[in-house]
């Protein structure tokens, strides 16, 4: 809780609230959404350069059926359980079974700050997981609604060739090439000043959050018990699917936050195309209104508390 990171979140959670006219400067913001998208891509690429590729492939084969499994269980839980219809019940499944590269940044930093080490390949896992839940919602809707023509290869290409996908995939790329040739030069930059560059960018994610946490009134108590009930659910799941990977506490931390995440980057494009008419106002409040602030503040230290009892 008193980790800058958070007490930065909760400085823009507190000025939104106040509607205070604070607001990161949205040229700044997109320069530092792509610093934290590459210097993530660039750490797991180091990091995956010193693993062995056979550790990497049972994990990435888990990873890809939790994602998978994740979207399912949101889906059945928001059109049998809450009542949403199906756009929307696909939509916001497809936010909920993929991941958001901010919790992701903000566990590593928990992790890293509480000397927790972890495995080197959990950037890997990340790119995995973002795709799976997005393309299973997708199929959930073609199937429930009958429809077909879909442009798959728009849909694709919306999604692997988005900002995030892309910085993270191709900062992998860069990372692993710089730590074959002994590079170090991208260190300070892309490591040291880390933790600064993300302690802005979450001032900004506090106000963006306190504005979707207030459209509440609007959507009612149904979304909010979802937003909150699914990271836990998730969370569980996640710590299970660790276990049988084999991973350590960090893993199992970095990993349950993972599930427990929802995205709000790549998974609003892909629904708007795929899913015309599903509300995706509706998934991000959800998503960051309250999923976000429910993990960075009292979710991922109760995993660490959870793993702990339970490892």
């Known amino acids: 809780m008193l980790d800058p990171v958070i007490l930065f979140f909760a400085l823009g959670?507190?000025?939104g609230v106040l509607k205070s006219d604070l607001r990161i400067p949205r040229s700044f913001y997109e320069t530092l959404?792509?610093?934290?998208?590459?210097?993530?891509?660039i750490k797991g690429g180091i990091e995956l350069y010193k693993s062995h590729i056979t550790e990497v492939v049972s994990p990435a084969a888990f990873a890809l059926i939790t994602g998978i499994l994740l979207t399912v269980i949101a889906y059945a839980a928001l059109r049998y359980l809450f009542r949403f219809s199906i756009k929307d019940a696909c939509g916001i499944a497809?936010?909920?079974?993929s991941v958001n590269t901010v919790t992701f940044a903000v566990v590593l930093n928990y992790c890293?700050?509480?000397?927790?080490?972890?495995?080197?390949?959990?950037?890997?896992l990340l790119v995995l997981m973002e795709v799976p839940g997005i393309a299973t919602a997708i199929l959930l809707y073609?199937?429930?609604?009958?429809?077909?023509?879909t442009n798959w290869i728009k849909i694709v290409c919306e999604v692997f060739f988005g900002k995030s996908i892309l910085l993270v995939i191709g900062g992998l790329f860069i990372g692993y090439i710089t730590a074959s040739m002994g590079d170090k030069q991208l260190n300070f930059f892309f490591f040291d000043l880390f933790k600064g560059f993300l302690s802005i960018f979450m001032?900004?994610?506090g106000v963006v959050a306190s504005e979707k946490f207030g459209e509440l009134k609007v959507y009612g108590t149904k979304i909010l018990a979802f937003a909150v009930l699914m990271p836990l659910l998730a969370a569980c799941i996640g710590i299970?699917?660790?276990?049988?990977?084999?991973l350590g506490t960090g893993g199992h931390i970095i990993f349950a936050t993972l599930c427990a995440s929802a995205s709000y980057i790549a998974a609003p494009a892909a629904i708007k195309m795929a899913v015309p008419g599903a509300n995706v106002s509706l998934s991000l409040t959800a998503a960051l209104g309250i999923t976000?602030?429910?993990?960075?503040?009292i979710g991922i230290p109760f995993y660490h508390l959870l793993i702990l009892k339970l490892l």
């Open 292 to 297: 976000l602030p429910f993990n960075l503040i």
């Open 142 to 149: 073609k199937f429930q609604e009958r429809e077909s023509g």
């Open 13 to 15: 959670f507190l000025a």
């Open 33 to 41: 959404s792509i610093y934290l998208l590459l210097s993530i891509g």
């Open 112 to 124: 890293k700050s509480n000397h927790i080490p972890y495995e080197e390949y959990m950037t890997v």
């Open 94 to 97: 497809a936010h909920y079974g």
């Open 203 to 205: 001032l900004e994610m």
């Open 240 to 246: 299970a699917s660790a276990q049988l990977m084999g």
